[in-house]
């Protein structure tokens, strides 16, 4: 999936994570990728 900005790209991963079994996004739970670029990881629930 091609993406063109750092908002995108967080949102691949949260789209993922939800039809992912066993994972969870936080609300408030950024992670510094790279640079200044930050993403929301999925958590493993299992």
């Not at 091609?2 to 939800?18: Q, T």
Request: with cysteine; glycine share 8%.
């Amino acid at each position: 999936m091609p993406v063109h900005g750092e908002f995108e790209r967080n949102d691949m991963v949260e789209h993922f994570a939800e039809y992912m079994s066993g994972h969870a996004v936080t609300k408030h739970g950024w992670v510094q990728s790279y640079g200044s670029r930050c993403v929301k990881l999925p958590i493993p629930l299992r």
